[in-house]
Structures are given as C-alpha cells and as structure tokens.
C-alpha cells in the first residue's frame, strides 16, 4: 500500500465516521505514518492476520491485541490507541517480530506509541507500569545502576500500590537478595549527561 | 578462554546466586571473566520503553568500555543481552548513530567484541565432551525441563541464532553432559510475563504459573533457566501450585555436577528451597 | 546511389511533442541519397503504411529509413509493408527517435530534434551499404520432448500424439502420474483422483507414437526450435551404471510440477518433531483408498482416529519473511475439500481451518467451500496459527480469531499444514540446462505473463502445468493443450524461417585460429570438418557480434552490419557532432 492509498484509506474512513456519527472516532491521517516513522516498522504491510495476537504472552490482559493496535494505527485512530492499556502491557517479547510474516515487530510499535503517549500528555492507562519504569531509570539517573530497595520503596509510594507483594518482597529481603545500600557507579557525569540530552516529554 | 563479563544488576542483588554459581563455573572451567569496569544497568526495558534515545545509549556505553578488554562480553541476564544486543545492532546497522555515539563516549566502536549470552558461551565454545570430562557428580537420575522465556533466542535478527529461536536445543545439551534427564516440553519459549514482575504481577502470576505448571506436568524435578528476571517471576509466582517446583539456574546444576566449593549458600537464596529435592536425588 | 526515402512518425504526441518532425524532414531533404523525407502522424496506421508503399513505387526507392520507435515494435511491420511494395525487406531500417530520442529528452526539444537527425542520418548511411537478404530456411523434425510425466505431461502428450506427431515422454520418478497419482478424491465433486488419472494413463499406453521413459532425466539439450538434440539419462537396473541415449526434436514441453514446503521449516509449529503435525500431502494419503492406511483416517503417533483436526492454511505462502510471499492458490480449494472429507468420514469428529482469506475463483469453488462450512459442519476461524505444540498426546494450536479478536486454543489430535507450492526439485538446474529463465523462486518463467502464458522465452520451448507457477488441475490441463496446440502450430509449417541478419566467414581471410569458437555465446561456431575455416551455424546465430570482435583477420562479419555499414554511419555521426 503506498501512502496515498493509506490517505485515501482514511478518508474513507472519516466518511463512514461521520455517517455513524457519536461513537466513531475522528480519523488522524498522519497518525500512520508519524508512527511509522518513530517505531522504524512498516505498518502498512499487516494483513491482520493475528498470528502476532495468538501468540502475545499479555494479549490476553490488553484492551487490544498487537494486531489491533496496528489497526487502529492504520485508521489513524490516534487517541484509542494513545489511550490502551495494551500499549502498557506490551512486555517486549519480541514473539510478534520472530514470527510475523510480514517482518512487523509489534512490540517496538508499542514503544513508540508509549512515548507518544506521553509526549503528547495522554494519562497513560496503566499508570503503575509508567510510575515504574519511571522509578527505574531515576535509579540509573541517581547510581548508574538499579538499586532495587530505593526504587521499590518510591514506586510503593508514588503508585499507591502499597499492600502488593508484600510478603514476597519481604521473602526477598531475609534471604539477602536486595541489598540496603546502593552501588554507585564511578562514571556518573556520562550518565548525567545522556539523561540530560532526553528529549522533551521524557523526563 | 577470555571474555569480558557484564554481570548487570541483578546479579548483585536479587540473583546473587546466579552470579556467584557464575563466576565459579566460569573459573573452574577455565573461562576468564573480566568485569567491564565502572559498567552501568542497560536500561532494561524501562528505557526502550520510555526513551528510544537512552535505550540505545546505556548499553552503547557498557559496550564501549568493553572493547578495553578485547573479547565477547558475555552476559548472563536475558535482558541486559536482549538491549546489548539491539544496541550493538544499531551501531553496527547506522552509520550516523555510531558516528554521534562515537563522538558522544570519544572512542572509537570497532565492533570486534560481540555480546554473547551466558549459555551461548557455555553450550557453543565448549564442547560436551569436554564439559562431560569435567563432572565429578553426575545428575543421574534428575529430570530437567529447559527454560528460555523470550529474550534469551529472540528475535533471531538479533541473536544471530546462536539457538533455534523455536525449539532451542543448547540447554538440554549442556544438561545432558552433566549426566541429567532433560525433559521435552512446551513451555521452553513461552514468555513469564518479564517487566510486568511488580506492577501488573497478576498477569505475571498467570504467565508463569502456566509455566510452571507445565513443569509438574512434565514431571520435572526441577525447572532450569538462564535469566534472573524468568527466575525471579518462576521462583515468585508459585502459590496455588503443588507440588512446588525449585527453579535452578543452569550454572548452579553445573556447579554439582563440578562438585564446587561454597554451593550450599547459592540454594539458600532461593524462594522455593531447591534442597530437599537435591536431597532426594542424592545431589546435595 | 541508392535512391532513399525517410518516413518521419508523429505517434500522435509521443514524438511530435518533444522533437520538431517539420525541421527533420526539412534537415533531411537534402541529405544525399535522400530523395524523398516526409512526415506522418502515424506511419504503422494503415494509411501510415500505404503512404510508404505508395512512396516505393512512384519514387522507385531502392531503400527506406522509418524514423518512428523501437525496431521491437513495428520493424517487421515496415519490413512487410516494403516487400509488398517490390522493395527487398532488409533495404528497410527503423531509426528510434521514440525511445531513444523523444522519450528520453522530453525536457529539451532542441537538443531532441537534432540528436533525431543525427540519428536518421547514420540509418540512411547503413540503409547504402545493405544488402538485399533472404530469409533463412530452417529444418524441422517433428517430433516433441515432454519433460515430466505428471497430469500436464500427460495432457500434452496425449494432444500432441493425436494430432499425428511422435512424441517422447519423460518422467523421472518409477511412474506416471505426479502428485495428481497420490491424491484422493477432487474438489469440486470429490470425483476418485484415481479416476481422472487412469483416462489419461490409459490414453497414453494406447497410443503407439508416444514413448514412455520412466526414471529418465534431460542430461542435456542443444540445437534450437526445430532441431534440438537431447542426451537422455536413464537410471541403471538394480542402481548400475546410468545408460543414455540421444535424440532430435523440434519442440519441447516442461511439465515438471511442484514439491511442498518440506514441514521441517515450520519451527514454530513443530514440523517434522511431532509426528502429529503432518503436510496436506500426507493426509491426502490417508484420504486415499490406496493410501498406507487403505483410506482411514489415522494419525501418525498411535493410528487412533482423531476426533479434532486442524487444518493450517497459508503455511509458508504469503510470508515474505519467513518463507515464500506469494499465494499457492489452491490449498484453500483443497482443505475445504480435505476437511469435509474428513468430516464425511468420521461424522462425529470436528474440523478447523485457520485461515487469512479464502481464495476461491473458479467454478463453483466458492459455493463448495461454502458447502464445507454449510452441509460439512467445518469450523472456519479467521486468524493465523501462532503456534502448534504437543502436550498429552494432544497437538495444541494457538490462533486467534480475527472477527471476534478473541484468542483461541483447540486441543487437537492432528493438524494438517497446508504447505506452500514450489518448484520441483533440480528445476533451476534443469532451467540452465534448457536455457530458459526461472522466476527468483524456480518455476519456469513464460515469454510474457498476459500474452505468451505458456511459451519460455527461448523459441520451441513451452511450459506446462505448476512448473510454471501453482495451479490445479484444471487449469494445469488447460495449460498443457495449450502448450501442445503451440507444439502443434509450429510443426504445422513446412519449414523453419530465420532471420539472415548473422553472422558469416569470409574463407579468404579466415586462418582458422579458432578464436570465434569460444566467443559465441550462443555455440555457434565450429571448425569446418577439413578445410581448416571456421563456420558458422545458421540456425544458432542470433547475430550478436561477438565473432566479429573476437576475430584478429576481419574474417568474421554480420550481414547488413558489416565494416564498412560502420565505418559509414560513423562518418555520418561524427559529420554532425
Ligand atoms: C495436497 C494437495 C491436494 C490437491 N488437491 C487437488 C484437488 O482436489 N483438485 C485439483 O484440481 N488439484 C489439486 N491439487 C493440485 C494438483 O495436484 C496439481 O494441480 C497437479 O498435480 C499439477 O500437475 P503437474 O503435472 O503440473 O505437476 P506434478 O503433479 O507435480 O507432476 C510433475 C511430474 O514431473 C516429474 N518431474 C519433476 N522434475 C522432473 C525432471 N527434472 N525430469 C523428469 N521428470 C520430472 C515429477 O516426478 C512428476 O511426476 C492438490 C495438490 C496438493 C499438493
Ligand atoms: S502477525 Fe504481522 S501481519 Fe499478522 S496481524 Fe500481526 S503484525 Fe499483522
Ligand atoms: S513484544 Fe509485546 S506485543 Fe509483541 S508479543 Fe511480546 S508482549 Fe506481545
Ligand atoms: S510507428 Fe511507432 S512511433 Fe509511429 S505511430 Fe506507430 S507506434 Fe507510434
Ligand atoms: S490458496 Fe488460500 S491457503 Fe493457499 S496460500 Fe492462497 S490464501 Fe493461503
Ligand atoms: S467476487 Fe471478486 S472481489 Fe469477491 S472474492 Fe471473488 S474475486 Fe474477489
Ligand atoms: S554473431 Fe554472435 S551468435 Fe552469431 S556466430 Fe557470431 S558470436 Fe555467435
Ligand atoms: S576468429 Fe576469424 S580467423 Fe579465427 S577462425 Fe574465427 S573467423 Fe577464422
């Protein structure tokens, strides 16, 4: 499919938009191709065969499968997909890319529309997932490494989910398996520096 | 045999065990291990979830300082291979990205260390014979079922199919020179729901319950993988399940077989206490 | 000298628009020999023609320059139209300011209309040194080779003897038939392959002027249309030595089929580890009554009859990634067929196809496979299968249904990979030993893929059946009379005729260096039996050039394009410029 079917794609897809008017959703027609360009995968090649979608590990915890979140990216349904939880739940396998016909890695699909999400101030639907990796990388930001005590105790805080996992964290405690004390890296200023150079919306 | 070792984070603290049962194999087999110095976390899949741009650049700086020591860096988490891997891809695959990260770390990428996975090293550079040469104790008797969860084989653009990304082999290889059982099964490549460990652990806790699961009905004695975080979600995950299934990282199998000092404090970290069945199969 | 006449064409805009055909007339004018240059708005139209063969006449024109597009359009056109005028055809050259000047200069019309009278003029020069030719007669043997001994084999073979000519058929398995031989009933009737198969067989055994070789392959093949020669392999009694044998023929048919995706590419569904996922090849065995299990359905592991069967379409066709990206075309037809035969023989058993779309075109195809579904009770679900593996003697699929977008998990006892189509095996190194192009995948590729479906591209060779690109059997069949009917055409004429535009020696000048020999690319060149000359073969000689390099005694030369038709258009070119 060449760029102008896509665009002649989705303007029909506005019309019939427009004559179930309500529920459907305006129609974005540089949403494809916008995520074309960040996640480097051809979407326009997916012949929706859901072969990513059978074999997917969380696809059964996602709002939509890989399969429909390209979709969706075809029809420049933006804000549906800036707004799933699949987006969230995507674990980055990389079982879609090793078996798709097509070559299409779903999950780095995924990624960037993560990012888009947030760059472009969508409240992400599963909020604990943000909160932790968020927790992660200011680990790195603050050692250079992941110290598991302090970004367990904020990512606790911060999402609210405080009572999870306890008795497991716990379990892992007594056994010496998370150490008290970060280790911090001698290198640090690199580091400083890479966070430093993140684009807007990142942070 | 030298490599340049990236032990990653976890290996000092939510899977020391792993490191140390690493360290010692390593050693016993006569496989050098140098830590990239001042080396920092990969980003895992925080940072190519969040930052393309970090994604790339953590790693890129682990593998530079690598080429300080001149050999495959060999990485015995799943996932710090799974982003080395992707980030020596594309400085390999682009020319621009490689010319602003070279410029970025003021050195020079000259690609002649690859990253490796642990099992890759162990299963491929030494041959079962050799390894078989070298068991004191034997694993008669123990039933093993293999588990590589995703990263570890896939996706074969990146992993240069040091394994069959389907129906990997590599393991059971290793296992079988060590004198145990390994059993067929079809769990091996199924995912154990990785990154979700905390904040979505119900999906987790489904994943890898079917894995496990899997496992009794296989009638393994015990599950065998190469990954702290596959280890970490099977060992963690196992309420409702019965029997429970220890899950052992291959190098602490190796380490019995190669009758290691020091080995009792590696069980001892587990969640799902490995001992007793070691115990009745006579291995402890 | 030679009286010319220079015909300028318009095509409509396509020239017109880009080069100014009055000033090319008018440049052309006065070029000596030049006795008459005109323009025309269309010169291959009917009146296009009629004013050329008009000109010949009242002009008495000893040569003609058509200034017009590429001699691959219309030099023969132009060529007929002078000879019905009295004019020698090879007196007639086409000069291409289409391609060569107009559609390639669209942004300079200048420099368009000079570089076309440039060009005319060199033509008008050779057009002085030609020669009047005629054309070449060629011998022709009729008696046609058919390669593959499958149901296109078969077919073409049986046209061709009934017409009258001899024919040899070659098949390089122990027997005829192909895989049409080791199917079980036919979709759209279910009517017994056998059947179908045993007609044909048996048509070719009646007839005396076909002769069978079993276990026989093309060692080699020479000559050309009309006249090749085919070294023969045939395999040794009890695996001895291979004998051969050579013969002559004037056309040739290649029917070798298709092979399957072997299963062992399928990792993510376990193809060739778990004996409970076979190829349709196999359950096409075990449909067939005389199959290895007599006609019953019974899988592989335990010979228990399975009570759920999925079938996976698109196995490895439409997966540009992983393996072959185009459709085989008729595994849909054929699973509808195999599930409700399936269904018809275990009534209480329960069928599954996976499948992407559902390609149906022929007669009554979509209303059989909407029967499969309808009056067979087959379970039609939407979505590839992601993967196959074995637990408990179950063979577990994991697909998805499109439609609903809901993952699905079915518990199967067998299932059935509907692998995709490909060449036979060796059919790129017969390719080569024919001379004739295989697409980037093996089959064999046709001379032009709406006009000349069933040609090569190389004259007297035809293609048949699935080695062309996958088909069914009836338009395998339909293909294969049409190869036999071009067979038939050719060996309708009288005799062969050839272009006398190639190469020949001049024996005065040739010192028999042999040189010539090896520079052909087209073998043929050869040393004279005695006199120490080399020769050349009329009927090989496509009139390359090569030789005439090659050559250190300018003993070599091409008909009508000799030195000195060079020398001269060189002088014209250089003249301009
Ligand atoms: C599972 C399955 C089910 C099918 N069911 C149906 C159906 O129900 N209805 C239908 O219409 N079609 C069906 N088909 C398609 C049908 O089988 C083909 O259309 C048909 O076999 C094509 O005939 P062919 O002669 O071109 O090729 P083939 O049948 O492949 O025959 C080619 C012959 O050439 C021989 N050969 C190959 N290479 C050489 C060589 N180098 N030298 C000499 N001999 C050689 C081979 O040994 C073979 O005998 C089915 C196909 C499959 C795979
Ligand atoms: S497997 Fe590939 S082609 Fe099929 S639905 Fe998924 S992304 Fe699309
Ligand atoms: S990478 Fe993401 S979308 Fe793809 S299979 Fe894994 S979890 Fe699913
Ligand atoms: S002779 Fe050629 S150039 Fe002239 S009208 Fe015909 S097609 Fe066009
Ligand atoms: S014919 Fe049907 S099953 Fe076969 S490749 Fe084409 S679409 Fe797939
Ligand atoms: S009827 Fe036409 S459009 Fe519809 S499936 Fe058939 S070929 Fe395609
Ligand atoms: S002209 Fe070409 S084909 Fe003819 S003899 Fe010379 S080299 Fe051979
Ligand atoms: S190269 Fe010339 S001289 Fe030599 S054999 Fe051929 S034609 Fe004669």
Redesign the interface.
């Known amino acids: 499919m060449t760029t102008g079917a896509t665009a002649s794609l989705s303007s029909a897809v506005r019309t019939s938009a427009a004559s179930t008017a309500g529920n459907a959703q305006r129609v974005d027609p540089s949403f494809l191709p916008t995520v074309e360009a960040l996640s480097h995968e051809n979407i326009r090649r997916c012949y929706y065969c859901l072969k990513c979608t059978a074999g997917c590990p969380t696809a059964y915890a996602m709002d939509y499968g890989p399969a429909h979140v390209l979709k969706l990216v075809q029809l420049g349904q933006k804000d549906k997909v800036l707004q799933s939880k699949a987006i969230w739940m995507c674990v980055g396998c990389e079982t879609c890319w090793t078996r798709c016909p097509n070559g299409i890695a779903a999950g780095h699909v995924m990624d960037a529309l993560k990012q888009m999400a947030l760059r472009e101030g969508y409240a992400p639907a599963e909020r604990r997932v943000l909160v932790l990796h968020r927790q992660f990388l200011t680990s790195i930001r603050l050692f250079g490494r992941v110290h598991e005590l302090s970004m367990l105790a904020l990512y606790k805080l911060l999402s609210g989910d405080l009572f999870t996992d306890l008795d497991l964290g716990a379990r892992m405690f007594l056994r010496g398996k998370i150490p008290i004390l970060p280790e911090r890296i001698k290198g640090m200023s690199k580091i400083q520096q890479l966070f430093a150079k993140r684009p807007r919306g990142q942070e | 045999m030298k490599y340049s070792y990236y032990p990653g984070?976890?290996l000092?603290?939510?899977?020391?065990e792993y490191g140390w049962s690493t360290e010692a194999v390593c050693e016993a087999l006569g496989i050098d291990l140098v830590e990239i110095e001042?080396?920092?976390?990969c980003?895992?899949?925080?940072?190519?979830?969040?930052?393309?741009?970090?994604a790339l650049?953590?790693p890129t700086?682990d593998l530079m300082r690598a080429q300080a020591v001149g050999a495959d860096i060999v990485m015995p988490c799943a996932a710090c291979y799974?982003r080395m891997a992707a980030a020596d891809h594309k400085m390999r695959s682009d020319s621009a990205w490689r010319k602003e990260m070279e410029a970025?770390?003021q050195t020079e990428y000259i690609g002649a260390a690859r990253p490796r996975t642990l099992v890759d090293v162990l299963g491929n550079d030494l041959s079962p014979e050799a390894l078989a040469a070298k068991v004191k104790r034997p694993l008669n008797g123990l039933r093993t079922v293999s588990y590589y969860?995703?990263?570890l084989i896939?996706?074969?653009?990146l992993t240069n199919r040091w394994d069959?990304?389907?129906?990997p082999v590599v393991m059971d290889r290793i296992l079988k020179a060590l004198g145990a059982e390994p059993v067929q099964w079809?769990h091996a490549?199924?995912?154990?729901?990785?990154?979700?460990a905390?904040?979505?652990?119900?999906?987790v806790t489904?994943?890898s319950g079917r894995i496990v699961q899997?496992a009794n009905?296989a009638e393994a004695d015990c599950i065998v993988c190469a990954c702290p975080l596959c280890q970490a979600n099977l060992d963690?995950r196992q309420k409702g399940i019965s029997p429970k299934v220890p899950v052992l990282y291959i190098t602490e199998l190796m380490g019995i077989a190669l009758d290691l000092p020091g080995r009792s404090k590696w069980f001892?970290?587990?969640?799902v206490d490995p001992r007793p069945m070691l115990r009745r199969k006579g291995l402890e | 000298m030679k009286r010319i006449g220079v015909f300028i064409c318009h095509c409509g805009i396509n020239i017109a628009g880009t080069v100014d055909v009055k000033r090319v007339a008018e440049a052309l004018k006065d070029y000596p020999g030049v006795v008459l240059a005109t323009d025309y708005m269309y010169m291959c139209s009917d009146p296009g023609q009629s004013l050329i063969r008009q000109s010949i006449k009242e002009q008495n024109l000893e040569g003609v320059v058509v200034a017009a597009c590429s001699p691959a359009m219309h030099e023969v056109t132009f060529r007929k139209a002078s000879a019905q005028a009295g004019l020698n055809p090879y007196q007639t050259e086409i000069a291409n300011i289409r391609e060569q000047v107009s559609w390639v200069h669209q942004d300079d019309k200048e420099a368009a209309t000079r570089k076309a009278i440039e060009h005319i003029k060199t033509i008008v020069e050779k057009v002085k040194y030609n020669e009047s030719l005629i054309p070449l007669s060629l011998s022709l043997v009729k008696k046609a080779l058919v390669i593959g001994g499958g149901i296109a084999g078969l077919q073409a073979a049986i046209d061709i003897a009934t017409a009258g000519y001899p024919v040899v058929l070659v098949e390089r398995s122990d027997r005829l038939g192909g895989h049409v031989g080791k199917l079980s009933g036919v979709y759209v009737n279910f009517n017994a392959a056998r059947d179908l198969l045993e007609s044909k067989l048996q048509a070719v055994q009646e007839n005396p002027r076909i002769k069978v070789f079993l276990e026989t392959e093309v060692e080699e093949l020479g000559g050309y249309v009309g006249n090749f020669t085919a070294k023969l392999k045939h395999r040794g009694d009890n695996g001895g030595e291979p004998t051969f044998s050579e013969h002559t023929f004037g056309a040739v048919i290649v029917a070798t089929g298709h092979s399957l995706r072997p299963l062992s590419k399928f990792g993510e569904y376990g193809g060739g580890r778990y004996p409970n996922v076979i190829d349709a090849l196999t359950f096409e065995r075990m449909l067939a009554p005389d199959g290895p299990t007599g006609g019953e359905i019974r899988r592989p592991s335990d010979g228990q009859v399975p009570r759920q069967v999925v079938f996976v379409q698109c196995a490895g066709s439409r997966d540009p990634e992983h393996h072959m990206p185009y459709c085989s075309k008729i595994c849909c037809m054929y699973t509808a067929k195999q599930a409700a035969l399936y269904r018809q023989r275990v009534p209480d058993g329960q069928a599954y196809v996976f499948y992407i779309d559902i390609r149906s075109q022929g007669r009554d195809y979509e209303e059989f496979v909407q029967s499969a579904m309808t009056e067979h009770d087959v379970l039609y679900v939407r979505g590839k299968v992601a993967r196959l593996y074995e637990e408990d003697g179950k063979v577990i699929a994991w697909g998805a249904d499109t439609l609903t977008g809901k993952p699905v998990e079915v518990q199967a006892d067998l299932a059935v990979l509907a692998t995709a189509v490909m060449p036979a095996e060796g059919a790129v190194e017969l390719a080569q030993r024919l001379r004739i192009a295989t697409d980037e995948h093996g089959f064999f590729s046709e001379a032009h893929p709406k006009l000349r479906p069933v040609e090569s591209l190389t004259a007297g060779i035809f293609l048949a059946g699935t080695a062309q690109a996958p088909k069914d059997i009836p338009e395998t069949v339909a293909q294969a009379s049409a190869a036999a009917a071009k067979v038939l055409s050719l060996f309708s004429q009288r005799e062969l005729v050839a272009e006398p535009t190639i190469a020949y020696v001049d024996e005065e000048l040739c010192s028999g260096c042999g040189l010539c020999i090896p520079a052909c690319p087209y073998q043929a060149r050869a040393m004279h039996p005695w006199k120490h000359k080399a020769i050349v073969n009329e009927a090989l000689c496509q009139g390359c050039g090569a030789c005439v390099v090659a050559c250190p005694n300018k003993a070599c030369k091409l008909r009508n394009l000799t030195p000195s038709h060079v020398l001269a258009m060189m002088d014209a070119y250089l003249a301009e410029v």
């Open positions: 984070c976890t000092h603290s939510t899977a020391i001042d080396w920092n976390c980003g895992a899949s925080s940072a190519h979830s969040l930052d393309p741009h970090l650049a953590l700086r799974g970025e770390f969860g995703c990263l896939r996706p074969p653009d069959d990304p389907e129906h079809a490549v199924e995912c154990c729901g990785a990154s979700l905390l904040d979505r652990a119900d999906v489904v994943l899997g009905d963690s001892a970290k587990h969640l």
